[in-house]
């Protein structure tokens, strides 16, 4: 059985993602489409719009075979973890063939050779980045200008401009990094920019559609102007539960963050993941200031820290998610060719790793893939919160995290619609 994996966030679920599933399975011939999908909190440092597996039946609906839960650890890490963690987990599945990723290039070729300068950090590219960043430059243009210096080629050097570009470099660095015998495709990205805030006619980005949904111009029918942008399933689901169960946004989480934030010191803040003693030291400078967690992230960018970056670090701090979170274990599979090891063998290396497969949703015509899964993956395969026994520490540690944040957001769906509290372990898988 051949199997295409997909990392995705589905922020909702709209046509350009119907389109990159169709266009996985075709270009690839899989059998199936297995998606690693972000939980409630999604990388740009923010809470999903709607809850996890609202967005993984959507997938599901939309042709999708098994949804997976990427941890929140790396669902809201940096470009480079978010990959890791992801590919980390395919990787150690042991049955998935390909990995599918949208890209503005779409040149494997070119995105590879990209990679393969930043994951072996050639001593004169290192140089030429490491005077970049003494200029003061933030490090996405820094790293563009110095891979233009280092391969002469401007073109090259600018495909890192484009967000999807710079995940599937990630991608394909991840592959690298874990010897991977899974092999990587690029779907060219069609429509609109991935930072693209208006609709258009052909596929609109997930930004211009959920600023619409929060912003909507005909408030009687928010989802009137979005229609023809999502599968009728995933338009259904979200009209549905509009107002019981969405939109959730980052100010819902402003007085939950503000009390976090009164909670530290600048010491103690350091702790936390990405958090600099510099940006520490802002933040208990400006919290006196703090009116929302959007207006919060307006008042402590800078020149060299986006928007982004600092949500991403007020996230960690809101999650309890420290540097030294796995300083005992590390979170992901090490062995060197753990692609090319039998189910078995890989089982026996399983304890070497804090990873685990949850599953959120799959499809009844493909359970075989669960089967494969139990049967070559190196690590553990949850379908039930509660039949989680005999994990590692740091599997629990991990675990827990994810527990935490979506306990979290449902509070917020509580207090904002008044909806019945509905706890991690009580949810139901989504099955169709």
Same mark, same amino acid.
């Given at each position: 059985?051949?199997?295409?994996?997909?990392?995705?966030?589905?922020?909702?679920?709209?046509?350009?993602?119907?389109?990159?599933?169709?266009?996985?399975?075709?270009?690839?011939?899989?059998?199936?489409?297995?998606?690693?999908?972000?939980?409630?909190?999604? $990388?740009?440092?923010?809470?999903?719009?709607?809850?996890?597996?609202?967005?993984?039946?959507?997938?599901?609906?939309?042709?999708?075979?098994?949804?997976?839960?990427?941890?929140?650890?790396?669902?809201?890490?940096?470009?480079?973890?978010?990959?890791?963690?992801?590919?980390?987990?395919?990787?150690?599945?042991?049955?998935?063939?390909?990995?599918?990723?949208?890209?503005?290039?779409?040149?494997?070729?070119?995105?590879?050779?990209?990679?393969? =300068?930043?994951?072996?950090?050639?001593?004169?590219?290192?140089?030429?980045?490491?005077?970049?960043?003494?200029?003061?430059?933030?490090?996405?243009?820094?790293?563009?200008?110095?891979?233009?210096?280092?391969?002469?080629?401007?073109?090259?050097?600018? +495909?890192?401009?484009?967000?999807?570009?710079?995940?599937?470099?990630?991608?394909?660095?991840?592959?690298?990094?874990?010897?991977?015998?899974? $092999?990587?495709?690029? +779907?060219?990205?069609?429509?609109?920019?991935?930072?693209?805030?208006?609709?258009?006619?052909?596929?609109?980005?997930?930004?211009? =559609?959920?600023?619409?949904?929060?912003?909507?111009?005909?408030?009687?029918?928010?989802?009137?102007?979005?229609?023809?942008?999502?599968?009728?399933? *995933?338009?259904?689901?979200?009209?549905?539960?509009?107002?019981?169960?969405?939109?959730?946004?980052?100010?819902?989480?402003?007085?939950?963050?503000?009390?976090?934030?009164?909670?530290?010191?600048?010491?103690?803040?350091?702790?936390?993941?990405?958090?600099?003693?510099?940006?520490?030291?802002?933040?208990?400078?400006?919290?006196?200031?703090?009116?929302?967690?959007?207006?919060?992230?307006?008042?402590?960018?800078?020149?060299?820290?986006?928007?982004?970056?600092? *949500?991403?670090?007020?996230?960690?701090?809101?999650?309890?998610?420290?540097?030294?979170?796995?300083?005992?274990?590390?979170?992901?599979?090490?062995?060197?060719?753990?692609?090319?090891?039998?189910?078995?063998?890989?089982?026996?290396?399983?304890?070497?790793?804090?990873?685990?497969?949850?599953?959120?949703?799959?499809?009844?015509?493909?359970?075989?893939?669960?089967?494969?899964?139990?049967?070559?993956?190196?690590?553990?395969?949850?379908?039930?919160?509660?039949?989680?026994?005999?994990?590692?520490?740091?599997?629990?540690?991990?675990?827990?995290?994810?527990?935490?944040?979506?306990?979290?957001?449902?509070? =917020?769906?509580?207090?904002?619609?008044?909806?019945?509290?509905?706890?991690?372990?009580?949810?139901?898988?989504?099955?169709?």
């Amino acid at each position: 059985m051949k199997i295409v994996g997909i990392i995705a966030e589905y922020n909702p679920f709209h046509n350009g993602h119907q389109y990159h599933i169709d266009q996985a399975l075709q270009k690839t011939r899989a059998d199936a489409a297995v998606i690693l999908m972000s939980g409630d909190f999604v $990388q740009r440092g923010a809470p999903a719009i709607a809850p996890k597996h609202l967005r993984a039946k959507a997938a599901l609906l939309g042709g999708a075979s098994l949804i997976l839960e990427l941890p929140v650890l790396f669902s809201c890490g940096s470009a480079e973890l978010f990959a890791r963690g992801a590919v980390s987990i395919f990787n150690s599945l042991g049955c998935i063939s390909y990995l599918c990723f949208g890209s503005e290039c779409g040149d494997i070729k070119k995105l590879n050779r990209l990679a393969r =300068i930043l994951s072996e950090e050639p001593e004169v590219y290192r140089q030429l980045l490491q005077d970049e960043l003494r200029k003061g430059r933030p490090f996405p243009q820094a790293r563009q200008t110095a891979l233009s210096v280092y391969t002469k080629d401007p073109s090259l050097a600018e +495909i890192l401009s484009s967000p999807n570009n710079t995940l599937g470099i990630e991608y394909l660095k991840a592959l690298r990094y874990f010897k991977s015998p899974i $092999q990587p495709f690029a +779907i060219p990205r069609e429509g609109s920019g991935y930072h693209d805030t208006a609709l258009c006619e052909t596929f609109s980005s997930a930004t211009a =559609i959920r600023n619409r949904i929060l912003n909507p111009s005909l408030p009687e029918d928010v989802f009137s102007s979005v229609a023809e942008q999502l599968p009728p399933a *995933s338009s259904d689901l979200l009209r549905k539960n509009y107002q019981s169960s969405l939109p959730v946004t980052q100010d819902d989480f402003s007085l939950l963050l503000k009390y976090r934030l009164l909670c530290e010191s600048a010491s103690s803040l350091t702790d936390y993941l990405d958090v600099s003693k510099d940006l520490a030291n802002r933040i208990i400078n400006q919290r006196n200031d703090f009116a929302t967690w959007s207006s919060f992230c307006d008042l402590l960018k800078t020149r060299e820290l986006t928007y982004t970056r600092i *949500s991403r670090t007020l996230l960690h701090i809101l999650l309890g998610i420290e540097k030294d979170t796995f300083r005992h274990e590390p979170p992901f599979c090490f062995a060197e060719d753990s692609g090319n090891i039998s189910g078995k063998a890989k089982k026996e290396r399983s304890s070497t790793s804090a990873l685990y497969a949850r599953v959120l949703g799959f499809q009844k015509k493909d359970t075989q893939i669960l089967k494969e899964i139990k049967e070559y993956a190196a690590i553990p395969l949850i379908t039930k919160l509660a039949d989680a026994r005999n994990l590692t520490s740091a599997t629990q540690v991990l675990l827990n995290l994810d527990i935490f944040a979506s306990d979290l957001y449902e509070s =917020i769906i509580t207090e904002k619609f008044g909806t019945p509290f509905t706890n991690e372990y009580q949810k139901q898988l989504q099955i169709i």
